[in-house]
């Protein structure tokens, strides 16, 4: 893996410090999801911010934050995924199991959801909502499909 990563580098013109396309993608771990591949980007062209769920947690706002005001990007995409693990995932009984097995609370939600288009509007409000961030006009959101392999925006607000 070290050789080929090198090996990219060397043939491919070097990415610079700040994403050239002054994108940064907010998405999910899943397997199936290639943030450079949803807007055909190489790598140099964005930043991925990436968790399970895709989700706008605390953590989530602070590398945007970094993305912005240090580093450049002035637009932000969310894409959530169809068939994501954390869709009908029971927060609540989880999180006791886990306390359970563990003998500890967890000191976080899990972020489970039942409504794949309600989370993700939730996400894009809540970027939109938060005045530390110096670019908040242009914050859309997407839903990838898994089977159908295709990226779709998601009117919201
Ligand atoms: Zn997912």
Do not use: W
């Not at 771990?29 to 769920?53: C, K, W, Y």
């Not at 693990?85 to 976080?108: C, R």
Request: charged fraction near 25%; aromatic fraction near 4%.
């Amino acid at each position: 893996m070290v050789t080929r990563a090198r090996e990219r580098v060397a043939t491919g013109p070097r990415p610079g410090k700040r994403p050239s396309s002054a994108l940064a993608v907010i998405t999910c771990m899943d397997t199936r999801v290639d943030p450079l591949q949803f807007f055909q980007s190489r790598p140099g062209d964005i930043h991925a911010i990436e968790n399970a769920g895709g989700l706008v947690t605390g953590d989530v706002i602070r590398s945007l934050l970094v993305s912005q005001r240090y580093l450049g990007t002035r637009r932000v995409a969310v894409v959530m995924h169809t068939d994501c693990g954390l869709l009908g995932l029971d927060d609540h009984a989880e999180a006791s199991a886990i306390a359970d097995e563990a003998g500890v609370e967890i000191p976080f939600s899990l972020g489970g959801f039942g409504d794949l288009h309600q989370r993700l509007a939730e996400s894009v409000l809540m970027v939109r909502a938060t005045p530390i961030l110096p670019h908040r006009n242009d914050v859309r959101g997407y839903i990838y499909d898994v089977e159908t392999l295709r990226l779709s925006e998601v009117a919201i607000g």
